[in-house]
C-alpha cells in the first residue's frame, strides 16, 4: 500500500479499471495456452496456469491484486466507507491474488506439494474475502449518497459470489470436482465484477469532482476581477 499510496490520488481509479480489463482479457486468453485436451468445465484456472508455458494467466492473477490495491487506495481517497473489515478484506484479497501468482500448484494429475498447498489456502482466502467484503459495505454504501446508487449492485454481485462460493464448496468436496472449473470461472466473474462495479463508480466519482474543481478554478479569476472592481 505505501507505493501505491505515492501516486495521485486521481489516477488509482483508471488503474483499477485498467488491470481489471487486462486480466479478464489475459485470462480468456490463457485458456487457450495449455494442453488443448484439458476440459475447461472440469479444470480450474490455476490448473490451466501452471500448464500455460506463457505465464499469461499467473501475470492476469498479480495483476488484478495489484489493481485491487489501486482500487482500494482510490476508494480511501475519495473517502468511501470502507475501512476496517472491509478493506483488510479487500488487502486479503489482493495479497491472496499476488501469492496464487507466485506459488503455483502442481500439474493436473500429481500429488499436492508445499508450494501446492500454500497455493490452495491462498485462493480459498481470496474467494472467501471478496465476497464477504461486498456484503459488509453494501449496509455502508446504502448509507452513503456518493455511493448509493450502486448499493444494490454491490448486493446483488457479492450475493451471487457467496452462493458461488457455496457451490465450488460442494464442488470440491462431496461433488468430487464434477464441474469444477465451471463453477470456479462463474465464482470468479462474480468477484470480477464486484471490483469492476466499485472501479466503475470510483472513476465516475473521480471525474465528477475534477469538474467541479476545473468550474471552480475556471470562476475565480472571474470571482476576483468583480471583487477588484468593486474596491
Same mark, same amino acid.
Not at 104 to 116: F, I, K, W
Given at each position: 500500500m505505501t507505493a501505491v499510496k505515492r501516486l495521485?490520488?486521481?489516477?488509482?481509479?483508471?488503474?483499477?479499471?485498467?488491470?481489471?480489463?487486462?486480466?479478464?482479457?489475459?485470462?480468456? =486468453?490463457?485458456?487457450?495456452?495449455?494442453?488443448?485436451?484439458?476440459? +475447461?468445465?472440469?479444470?480450474?484456472?490455476?490448473?490451466?496456469?501452471?500448464?500455460?508455458?506463457?505465464?499469461?494467466?499467473?501475470?492476469?492473477?498479480?495483476?488484478?491484486?495489484?489493481?485491487s490495491l489501486a482500487l482500494l487506495a482510490g476508494l480511501r481517497s475519495v473517502g468511501a466507507p470502507v475501512k476496517?473489515?472491509?478493506?483488510?478484506?479487500?488487502?486479503?484479497?489482493?495479497?491472496?491474488?499476488? =501469492?496464487?501468482?507466485? =506459488?503455483?500448484?502442481? +500439474?493436473?494429475?500429481?500429488?499436492?506439494?508445499?508450494?501446492?498447498?500454500?497455493?490452495?489456502? =491462498?485462493?480459498?482466502?481470496?474467494?472467501?474475502?471478496?465476497?464477504?467484503?461486498g456484503a459488509l459495505m453494501v449496509p455502508?454504501?446504502?448509507?452513503?449518497?456518493?455511493?448509493?446508487?450502486?448499493?444494490?449492485?454491490?448486493?446483488?454481485?457479492?450475493?451471487?459470489?457467496?452462493?458461488?462460493?457455496l457451490a465450488i464448496t460442494y464442488v470440491a468436496l462431496p461433488g468430487e470436482r464434477v464441474m469444477i472449473g465451471l463453477v470456479e470461472r462463474l465464482l470468479l466473474g462474480a468477484e470480477v465484477a464486484l471490483l469492476a462495479v466499485l472501479a466503475g463508480w470510483l472513476v465516475r466519482l473521480a471525474w465528477q469532482r475534477s469538474a467541479i474543481r476545473a468550474a471552480m478554478a475556471a470562476n475565480f479569476p472571474t470571482y476576483h476581477r468583480f471583487i477588484a472592481s468593486r474596491s
Amino acid at each position: 500500500m505505501t507505493a501505491v499510496k505515492r501516486l495521485h490520488p486521481g489516477i488509482y481509479p483508471w488503474i483499477a479499471c485498467a488491470s481489471i480489463l487486462f486480466s479478464v482479457v489475459a485470462v480468456v =486468453v490463457g485458456q487457450f495456452g495449455p494442453d488443448p485436451s484439458f476440459d +475447461p468445465m472440469n479444470v480450474t484456472i490455476s490448473e490451466y496456469a501452471v500448464s500455460d508455458r506463457g505465464g499469461v494467466t499467473e501475470v492476469a492473477m498479480a495483476v488484478l491484486g495489484l489493481g485491487s490495491l489501486a482500487l482500494l487506495a482510490g476508494l480511501r481517497s475519495v473517502g468511501a466507507p470502507v475501512k476496517g473489515a472491509p478493506q483488510w478484506l479487500l488487502m486479503v484479497w489482493s495479497g491472496a491474488l499476488v =501469492v496464487a501468482a507466485l =506459488v503455483p500448484t502442481t +500439474p493436473l494429475g500429481q500429488d499436492l506439494d508445499v508450494a501446492a498447498q500454500i497455493h490452495r489456502y =491462498v485462493s480459498v482466502a481470496a474467494f472467501v474475502s471478496l465476497p464477504a467484503a461486498g456484503a459488509l459495505m453494501v449496509p455502508r454504501l446504502a448509507s452513503d449518497a456518493s455511493w448509493k446508487p450502486v448499493a444494490r449492485a454491490v448486493e446483488w454481485v457479492s450475493l451471487a459470489g457467496g452462493f458461488g462460493l457455496l457451490a465450488i464448496t460442494y464442488v470440491a468436496l462431496p461433488g468430487e470436482r464434477v464441474m469444477i472449473g465451471l463453477v470456479e470461472r462463474l465464482l470468479l466473474g462474480a468477484e470480477v465484477a464486484l471490483l469492476a462495479v466499485l472501479a466503475g463508480w470510483l472513476v465516475r466519482l473521480a471525474w465528477q469532482r475534477s469538474a467541479i474543481r476545473a468550474a471552480m478554478a475556471a470562476n475565480f479569476p472571474t470571482y476576483h476581477r468583480f471583487i477588484a472592481s468593486r474596491s
